[in-house]
């Protein structure tokens, strides 16, 4: 088992050092399907001291203060280069930093802000000390990825299954069936249907 940031993992199966894997963003290869299984919701976080300036929507009030980025092979640190360039940025970065929890450590001490998944602020049991900004949402998609040319292998079929039954979505019944293309370039994606809605554990 190998952790990593999603970039990462997307090499590693395209180059075939990675048998499958869990990656959050855009899949450009062309070699690797991949079937979606949730949207990760993320957010601008600030340290709580900051909310009385940063409450109303001002991207301009955002460069002027110090940032924690991520690895660049994150998709975080993508979705933060494109609003940068949307809104015509410069932000500076005081840190960059490859694990969430410390991130979000260093929010909590005021030490800058950050982009994150939503889910990693509530899990963090820092939330007294972190703020939330109220004017920013977006989403990435939460994928299991590995190489077409390998998906008929046993151990990536009774992986593929498994994570499948536990985001409680149907596979595919055939391979000869042509998997919906996904919209975006590169990638084989696999849309699935939804069985339940219920919560999964």
């Known amino acids: 088992l190998v952790g990593g940031s999603s970039g990462n993992i997307i090499q590693g199966m395209d180059d075939g050092a990675i048998a499958a894997g869990f990656f959050e963003g ?4 062309s070699r690797i399907t991949f079937h979606h299984l ?5 957010c ?3 340290p709580k001291s900051w909310e009385a ?6 991207w301009k009030e955002l460069e002027k203060k110090p940032w924690i980025f991520v690895s660049p092979m994150c998709s975080y640190f993508r979705t933060i280069e494109n609003v940068c360039r949307e809104q015509g940025l410069q932000l500076t970065p005081r840190f960059r930093v490859n694990e969430d929890i410390t991130v979000l ?4 001490e005021s030490l ?4 994150t998944a939503r889910n990693q602020v509530e899990m963090s049991g820092l939330g007294e000390k972190l703020f939330i900004l109220p004017h920013y949402r977006a989403s990435v998609p939460l994928c299991l990825g590995y190489q077409t040319a390998r998906a008929h292998e046993p151990a990536i079929v009774a992986v593929r299954d498994a994570v499948l039954s536990v985001w409680e979505k149907v596979p595919e019944t055939t391979v000869s069936k042509a998997p919906k293309k996904s919209t975006k370039q590169g990638g084989q994606r696999v849309n699935l249907p939804v069985v339940s809605k219920g919560r999964r554990s």
């Open 112 to 115: 800058g802000m950050t982009l």
């Open 44 to 46: 601008l976080v600030a």
């Open 53 to 58: 300036e940063l409450t109303r929507p001002d």
């Open 105 to 108: 450590n260093l929010v909590s």
């Open 38 to 42: 949730d949207d990760i919701e993320l």
């Open 26 to 29: 855009e899949c450009t290869s």
